[in-house]
């Protein structure tokens, strides 16, 4: 177990710091938020904000932005510091990269980092993750069998040198992706809240008469490692395992093993045994299954501490070199949420036998269900437009699962009125889906369904990120598994669940979001809330008789 933090910090002062931190990074944020030209930004809250030291350990992650992002920041830092070592970098400076193995998985995410001096020294790095409406290549699909059909890949590069664009590299990236103009803004806008953060670093150090944050990024990693450490000798020593099954692609179906070992203030996540990488872009490199490994930890263990590069070193997660989780150069991992978002759910399936009044029945938001519509609108504008929509999540052990929310990720729907102002796209229907929400002592979440219109001229290239058609997210503890997915056209036509096709004028696309696994025996639910779901229309008579035993 680590030892005692030591610092000259009293708690309150410390408190007050932390808490300054993060809302320093949630400025950032903020400004990436006004400043962004996509929806998936602004709307869908596809991003991350973090504050890190001159060592590049995270101190401050913005309060709403990805938990993979933020998890992930610092990683794609200390690689940028191989190839730019501390001493290289300069005012101004901005290096940028999407490499999936050195950043977030997948190439639509662009991570850019800048540092902050003050008086001359290096005093920490600004750092901000987003996902661009564009990358050219095959969209973000599923169905792609290496990762150089996925788009442009963009290695660690200065985008500024000393405040100064890096026309060429400009160049490089606007002239291969379809929305130049939205794929500048976005990457402007992530230019913009790094400076926002690094001004408001200097004004903290400023009014907190430090001359760095040495001695306070160690107090803080020292603290949240503590509480983490402090959360897992909460849960019995022991060997827990879990598995789970998931659709992958055609015959290659997705299996998860988990084995977690827990042994005094550490714990361990081991994935051997589970599926051998695609050549389909379900595979998940290891920054993202770390990232989505410990967050779901963080989540269910020790809450309420905010997070920073100290809560995730008591955590060990090992997968094995060639798997889905840890696949080799050059795997498709364009939909590497389609595996990634799983992971909580095997996570807790091993932690339910140690500690399951803290853990959630598996969700039908994981993974996360897409649709990726592109074309021309009547105009001859060109457009890309993603529906952020999601399942319901599983039930926890005092209070039935959300509907429509999403977990492991916490991407938003964003508004429909922003949805169909930039494409030629109706939403007619968004509401929630009866009796999806796996049956227990607590209910699962609802699902929804949605039906979109296409009012374009001609065809559109519609791209299908999807699961949990044939498993559903399980219960626990006796909690009934909550509602498949489904997605079909107008005409009755069923279309691939993870492929591109198209999508022609007046036809409608329909998707049916999965609900949530259900915590506990169903007979034992509260009758009046049985009463309440059947009188709101979440679970309807028939089902109230046959899951909850209400004559």
């Avoid at 409406?133 to 660690?156: K, M, N, Q, T, V």
């Avoid at 060990?316 to 939909?335: D, F, Q, T």
Wanted: charged letters at 20%; glycine letters at 10%; proline letters at 6%.
């Amino acid at each position: 177990m680590a030892n005692s933090v030591k610092d000259d910090f009293d708690p309150v002062t410390l408190e007050i710091f932390w808490s300054r931190l993060i809302s320093i990074a949630d400025e950032s944020a903020a400004a990436l938020l006004r400043t962004s030209f996509s929806t998936i930004v602004r709307e869908s809250n596809d991003f991350g904000t973090v504050l890190m030291d001159a060592n590049g350990d995270s101190l401050s992650e913005n309060t709403g932005g990805i938990p993979s992002f933020a998890g992930i920041l610092p990683t794609t830092l200390k690689h940028f510091l191989v190839k730019y070592p501390k001493e290289t970098w300069k005012p101004g400076d901005c290096v940028i990269t999407n490499d999936p193995w050195l950043a977030t998985g997948h190439l639509p995410d662009i991570t850019m980092c800048m540092p902050v001096f003050r008086n001359d020294e290096l005093v920490g790095f600004s750092g901000s993750i987003a996902h661009s409406p564009d990358i050219g290549g095959s969209l973000w699909s599923a169905d792609c069998r290496e990762i150089y059909e996925e788009g442009l890949c963009i290695p660690p590069v200065k985008f500024l040198q000393e405040g100064q664009p890096n026309q060429d590299v400009e160049e490089i990236i606007l002239g291969n992706v379809r929305l130049p103009d939205q794929v500048l803004g976005d990457l402007n806008a992530q230019v913009t809240a790094n400076k926002v953060c690094g001004r408001r670093l200097l004004e903290f150090l400023e009014d907190s008469d430090l001359a760095d944050l040495s001695r306070l990024s160690t107090a803080l990693q020292g603290r949240a490692e503590m509480a983490m450490r402090h959360a897992i000798e909460e849960v019995p020593d022991g060997v827990y395992h879990s598995s789970l099954d998931a659709d992958g692609f055609d015959e290659d179906e997705t299996h998860l093993e988990c084995t977690i070992t827990v042994k005094g203030s550490d714990l361990k996540i081991d994935y051997e045994g589970t599926s051998k990488q695609i050549h389909r872009g379900l595979n998940t490199v290891m920054n993202y299954t770390q990232a989505y490994s410990a967050y779901p930890v963080k989540c269910a263990l020790d809450p309420y501490t905010p997070r920073n590069e100290g809560s995730y070193r008591p955590i060990e997660v090992v997968a094995p070199v060639g798997s889905i989780l840890n696949p080799r150069y050059p795997a498709p991992c364009n939909a590497r949420q389609l595996t990634g978002h799983l992971l909580a759910g095997v996570i807790y399936g091993a932690l339910a036998q140690a500690v399951p009044e803290k853990i959630i029945a598996d969700s039908g938001s994981a993974p996360s269900m897409r649709a990726v519509f592109s074309g021309n609108d009547p105009l001859g504008n060109r457009f890309t437009q993603i529906l952020f929509a999601s399942g319901g999540m599983g039930a926890a052990a005092v209070k039935d699962g959300l509907s429509t929310t999403a977990f492991p990720t916490n991407a938003g729907a964003g508004s429909i009125e922003a949805f169909e102002s930039v494409a030629p796209l109706i939403v007619w229907k968004k509401e929630f889906c009866e009796d999806s929400g796996g049956a227990g002592t607590f209910r699962g979440g609802l699902g929804q369904e949605c039906e979109i219109e296409v009012r374009a001229d001609e065809p559109i290239q519609l791209s299908l990120l999807s699961d949990r058609w044939r498993h559903p997210a399980s219960g626990v503890l006796g909690g009934l598994h909550g509602a498949h997915s489904h997605i079909h056209f107008s005409d009755g036509t069923v279309p691939h669940q993870k492929s591109r096709t198209s999508i022609g004028p007046g036809m409608r696309l329909h998707m049916v979001y999965a609900g949530g696994g259900g915590y506990g025996n169903p007979v034992k639910r509260d009758r009046a809330s049985v009463r309440d779901d059947v009188k709101n229309g979440y679970v309807s008579a028939k089902a109230a008789k046959r899951d909850y035993g209400l004559s």
